[in-house]
């Protein structure tokens, strides 16, 4: 079972808001926090710990345009996914939507099968893409390089295919500690024949790799029959 994806609401209509976030949630696959208004969204966007994969953003939003506020997030340097809601599906209005920097663009009345088919392909695409750059305590992380970059003391470390998938199913995860035989499945898949003293291997050199201290891990941690990513342990740490 996949880590849940945080996702982050922005839409007036409070009944919508719930009914998407709890659908969302329904198998475990999202998470969803809900903003009304596009300054309460910004608020939420800028908060030190703000971690979200995407963004479902309405184009009428009570204090302005939606595609306006995705396009300042776009000016801001924000690059996840933003799926854009409207009312209307004219085509001046798709192309004002992806003009503002919006990844895709659904009319309502919409089928929620459908919203969420084009997240997770939104998703999949950013995931693999040059712009994904995720924050894993002192490190920048770009999943598609393989690559940390430590800009405190301008260092660059490059991880093994096998080393950078730990390290994303781990930051999915948050702070939730994963059984060592879902990440072996997730990163190795099924039906590969590997034990978890390969996963234990790769768990040491990553370590080698990341931790100032790798006989004590402050970042990668061992815990609950798994392992767990603990940003603020190493950031702590390294001060």
Excluded at 67 to 92: N, W
């Amino acid at each position: 079972m996949s880590a849940e994806r945080p996702i982050l609401i922005v839409d007036d209509d409070r009944a919508l808001r719930t009914t998407l976030a709890e659908q969302l949630s329904f198998d475990g696959e999202f998470v969803a926090e809900e903003a009304e208004t596009a300054a309460e969204a910004e608020e939420r966007l800028n908060q030190a710990d703000a971690r979200f994969d995407a963004i479902i953003l309405d184009i009428s939003l009570p204090d302005g345009d939606g595609r306006d506020l995705c396009a300042r997030l776009r000016r801001q340097g924000v690059k996840i996914p933003i799926i854009m809601l409207t009312g209307s599906d004219s085509e001046s209005d798709v192309v004002r939507g992806l003009d503002s920097g919006a990844n895709d663009y659904i009319a309502k009345p919409f089928r929620l099968a459908e919203l969420l088919a084009r997240l997770r392909a939104q998703l999949r695409i950013f995931e693999n893409s040059e712009d994904a750059v995720f924050v894993v305590g002192p490190y920048l992380f770009r999943p598609s390089a393989k690559l940390l970059q430590d800009q405190a003391r301008n260092r660059r470390i490059r991880l093994t295919e096998k080393e950078a998938a730990i390290l994303k199913f781990l930051y999915r995860s948050g702070t939730r500690p994963v059984a060592r035989q879902i990440l072996l499945n997730e990163v190795w898949g099924y039906n590969a024949a590997v034990t978890t003293h390969t996963l234990e291997t790769h768990i040491y050199r990553l370590r080698q790799k990341i931790e100032p201290d790798p006989a004590n891990a402050r970042l990668l941690l061992t815990e609950g029959g798994g392992y767990r990513l603990d940003p603020a342990g190493v950031t702590a740490a390294v001060a």
